[in-house]
Every structure is written in structure tokens, then in C-alpha cells.
């Protein structure tokens, strides 16, 4: 399989450089020149086979001769070696439940996979190898997790000081190890305009194999179809699910998308989105129109210009008309969120946190407008991550899950960093 950049100005590439680089060098998204069909036997025997052999056959060819086959198998069980149960909420809807991995949220799905591609690329680099990334909450953790303890990389995460949740915080700051958190005096914009500066500087290179791990890198977007297929292989009914996705910058949607196209029999996609709906005034036939994000309680979804929308474009080979016969999507206020936390919770006895919210209104209101199918909607974090929204919601507080007990009680370790490139600069040279 080769990549191209939807910006159409840099070489194609296999996985392995895409994987590397992250972005392309003009600035575009890497995109798969072609998109495989999952082996029919694959696709009528989900139900059969084990979660592990389905993930495989799925990444396989996206990841070509650049992995061995018993090296990706490794690194595909690894990733999905904690639950992905899909649980029936009420008569139509269910939920598919990505939090039970190590930091309670999707991402961590896509940050072990792409974690252990780089470990095994990067090898034999003689060079120190840095993984350094900004985080606004969910992302830094899932990396830190991904990479801990992996030989010869060394992760290094900025995060905005007192504006991540104090679960948030603990998931970046108590690994130790080969994990290093930067707590950086000042917004999530300045840890993202330090990271990119520190990408360009060529006293940083020359000491350092500097890579990145943010979303758009196809090793962490990819591996996210493997749950779509996890969720059709725990799916009861004959007629095909309508799914809706809790969306931000829209690389999960992007790859249940994907994952239709390869053959995964899904009804519709639904992208539910807070304030921050760019995509759905697009969809609604305005121009795009990227702002800047309002923050939500949904707060992981708070991207005012998703990246991955292109690829969405490129699937469809840019026809709007296409994409809306298989894709719509919805705006939440933060006021819905709440009630419907509070509602989901006292019909069903479910407790949602504000994204899977956000997520089972979209669904419910397509489900009403269209009867006689089902749904699901996609429970991206545990709830727990979210503590101020669940008390606002159902003014009570939520029990602390065991594991995370013990979590909450490890000490911080972060060094407090001014917003100013020149410390980090100081830190990566040292
Ligand atoms: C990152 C995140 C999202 C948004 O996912 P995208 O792939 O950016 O659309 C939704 N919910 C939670 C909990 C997240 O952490």
C-alpha cells in the first residue's frame, strides 16, 4: 500500500515513512491510493473468528511488507488486549464501549498501535528517538500509555497548566520511566506552537530523532476501524446498525467510514458534534467555514477546523451528494448534554459521560425520524474523566472505579515550564 497527501505536492510514501513523518511535508493528510476490500470470509464470519485475527486481516493491507506478519500480529493483540464490549442501553440503541483501556478513552486504541509501529521502525536508530507531543487532556495520556517502556523511545508531553481534568493530569504525570510531562504555564495553543517550533529547529535535530504523535498520523487513524468490525461482530439483528460518533477533528468517524467502504455493512454514520459544527453547516449546505472552538463539556471534541474532514472528502471522492446519502450529522448544545445524561440515566439506568451523550441524542433523533432500525452510539470515555459534567447532570457525585483509586494517589511528576520556546529548546538539549 502506498500513501499520497491530499495536498497533492509531496512523493508518495509506504506506511512506514507516513507512520514516521506523521504529516506530509506539504502540509496534507497521507491517504491510502486505494482502499481494500475486507476478504468476504472475513466479513460473513465475524462472529467466528477471534477479535485479534479480524484486526489483522483489516490493518494488513494498509500496512503492507513494512511490518513482518508475526510482528504485526504481536502489535495487534497488544492493542486490543482489554475489552470492547458493545452493551444494550435500551430497545434500540447500544453503546460501544472504547474506555476500558489503560486511560479510559478511544484513543487508546489508536496511540498502542501507532506506538509499537514506531517502536519496531525505529529500531535500529541510533539517534535518540523523542516522541514529543501537546496534549489538551485525552491525547498525552494515551501516548504516555502507548509508549511507556518501549525501548530506546523517549516521550516527552506539554500540557496547558490547571486546564486538564485532575484524571487527565494523573494519566500524564505518574508513568515515569521513559515518559517526561512538561507542565507548561499557559494555554494548549502554546504547547502547539512550542511542539511545531521544536519540529523546525535544526540544533534540536542534530541531537535528537524528534517524531510526532498526533492524530492525524495514519498509525494511530487507521487501527481505529478495528472496533467498527469488533462492534458488527457483537451485533444481533439482521439489518445493518445506524452509528453515531462522538466527533471532534473526525478521525474516528473517518475510519468507521473507511471501514464501510472496505465492506463493513453499517446503515448510515452519524457525526455528533457540540457547538463546534463546522462539518454539520457544511453539511447543511454553507461554505467551510473553520472558526475558532467555544469550549463545551464535551471538551475533547472542541476542534473548530477538523482535520481529518479531508479524508471524509477524498473517500467520497469529493461528492457531497455521496457522502450525505451515507454520512449526517447533528449539533448538541451543552444544556441537551446534561439532560440527556440525566435521562439516559434514569430510563436505563446508563451512565454516559458528556461525548457518548452527545452522541446517543444524535442517535435517538435519527432513529425517530427513521423507525423501525437500531443504533449505535460510540461511548468514547468513561465517564469518571468527566466528573464535573456527570455531578452537574445528576447532582450526585460518581464512584471512583478501584484501578483509578490507586491512580489518583501517585505522585505528579512534572517540571513547570514557562510558555517560551527557548526552555524547551533548553530541556531538548540538555
Ligand atoms: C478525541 C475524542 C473525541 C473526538 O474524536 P475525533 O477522532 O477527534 O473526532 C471524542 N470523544 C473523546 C472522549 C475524545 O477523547
Known sequence: M???????????????????????????????????????AVLQNLKQLDEAGIAYEVIR???????????????????????????NVNEHIAALELFHGPTLAFKDVGARFMSRC??????????????????SGDTGGAVAHGFYKVPGIEVIILYPSGKVSPVQEKQLTTLGHNIQALEVKGTFDDCQRMVKEAFTDDQVAEKRFLTSANSINVARWLPQQFYYFLALRQWEY??????????????NICAGLLAMQSGLPVQHFIAACNVNDVVSSYLRGSEWQPRTAVPTLSNAMDVGNPSNFVRILELFG???????QRLSAATITDEETLLAI??????????ADPHGAVGYLALERYLQAHPGLHGIFLETAHPVKFPEAVQRALQKE?????ALEQLMQQPKQARAIEPDYEELKGYLLD
Open 2 to 40: 502506498k500513501y499520497f497527501s491530499t495536498n497533492r505536492q509531496s512523493p508518495i510514501v509506504d506506511f512506514r515513512e507516513a507512520a514516521i513523518q506523521g504529516q506530509a511535508p506539504d502540509k496534507g493528510l497521507y491517504f491510502p491510493e486505494t482502499i481494500p476490500a475486507v476478504q468476504a
Open 61 to 87: 493491507p494498509y500496512v503492507g511488507d513494512t511490518i513482518p506478519a508475526h510482528e504485526l500480529r504481536r502489535i495487534v493483540a497488544e492493542t486490543l488486549s482489554f475489552p470492547i464490549p458493545l452493551v
Open 118 to 135: 514506531l517502536g519496531y521502525f525505529l529500531r535500529n536508530e541510533t539517534r535518540k528517538v523523542t516522541v514529543l507531543v501537546a496534549t
Open 238 to 251: 439482521e439489518f445493518p446498525p445506524v452509528i453515531a460518533v462522538p466527533s471532534g477533528n473526525f478521525g
Open 318 to 324: 469529493h461528492s457531497i451528494s455521496d457522502l450525505k
Open 342 to 351: 440525566q435521562r439516559i440515566y434514569n430510563e436505563s439506568g446508563y451512565l
Open 398 to 402: 460518581q464512584e471512583i472505579p478501584a
